[in-house]
C-alpha cells in the first residue's frame, strides 16, 4: 500500500478473497479500510465489477436490513461519549482495576499505620505485579465475552494491546505515585520494576498469550521476592535502589522484544 491509499492490486486482490495477498497486507488494507471512505469505495466498486456474486449478495442483505435500521433507535449521547472509552479498555477491566485499587490503598494504610513486614513496604512490593493483574484481565478469554470479535478485528494486534496496557499504567501508576509519597519511596524505585514487569509480561505474552504470561510472572514473583521478603521482613537485593540498573536492563530489553514480535500480536493466541 502506498502512504495514503491502497494500490489497485491490493484493493483487487482483496475483492476477490485476498488469496493472493500477503497475510500482512490482508491485515494492513483492513485497518486502512476503517479510516479511508476513498478506499472503501474502490473496493465496492471492484467488488460490483469483478465479482458479481458478492455484490449480488450484499444488495440481499442490505435489502432485508435497511427497513430495520429505519425503525431502530439511535445511540443514547451518553454511550456515544463513552465510545472513545471502549477503544481503551472493556467493561471486564473495571472490577479487576478497582481490585488493583483497593489492594494499593490497604498496602499503603498499612504502611502508613506501621502494621505491616517491619522495614519491607508492602507498596513496593506489590508495586510490579499490580499492573500485571490488569493486563491480564483485559486479555483474559474467561472474562470477556466479546474476546474472539476483539481478538479477530483488524486492530487487534500490537496496537491494541499497548492500548489497554496504557489505560491499565494510566490508573496504577499515578495511584503508585501517591503511596510511594506517602510512603517515603523513590520513585525509580518502584516505577522501574513496575515498567520492567509489564513490558516483560507483554514480550513474554506474544509466545505464550498475555494472560499466562501474566499468571506465570506473578507466580514467580511471590515466590522468588514476595514470599522470602515477607519471611525475613527485609527488603530483598530485587527492590533496593543497588537493583535498579539491572531493572532498567530487562525494560529495554522486554520493549525490544515487544517491537521485533510486533507481528506476533496479531495472532489469536497472544490474546490468551
Known sequence: MSMEHASMRIIEGYAHGGTDLAADEVWAVEAHLEACRVCRDRLSAAVGAGVPAVAS????????????????????????WSAPLSRWMTPT?????????????????????????????????????????????????????????????P?????????????VLGVVVPLLLVGGWATGVMVAQWLLPCLAFTSTTLALGGVVGV???????????????????????????????????TWGLILAIGIGVVIARRGAYTVLGAHR
Open 211 to 245: 494472560t499466562r504470561a501474566a499468571v506465570v510472572l506473578s507466580a514467580v514473583w511471590a515466590c522468588v521476592v514476595v514470599a522470602p521478603t515477607l519471611a525475613t521482613s527485609r527488603t530483598t537485593f530485587a527492590l533496593q535502589t543497588g537493583g535498579l540498573p
Open 155 to 167: 486492530r487487534a494486534g500490537l496496537y491494541l494491546v499497548l492500548r489497554r496496557t496504557a489505560s
Open 57 to 80: 449478495l450484499v444488495d440481499t442483505v442490505w435489502s432485508g436490513l435497511e427497513p430495520q435500521l429505519a425503525v431502530t433507535a439511535t445511540m443514547p449521547r451518553g454511550r456515544r
Open 93 to 153: 477491566m473495571v472490577p479487576w482495576l478497582a481490585m488493583v485499587v483497593g489492594v494499593t490503598l490497604l498496602a499503603l494504610l498499612l504502611d502508613l499505620s506501621d502494621t505491616g513486614s517491619g522495614e519491607v513496604s508492602l507498596v513496593l512490593l506489590l508495586a510490579p505485579v499490580l499492573p500485571v493483574l490488569g493486563v491480564a484481565a483485559s486479555w483474559s478469554r474467561g472474562l470477556d465475552p466479546a474476546y474472539e470479535l476483539t481478538a479477530s478485528v
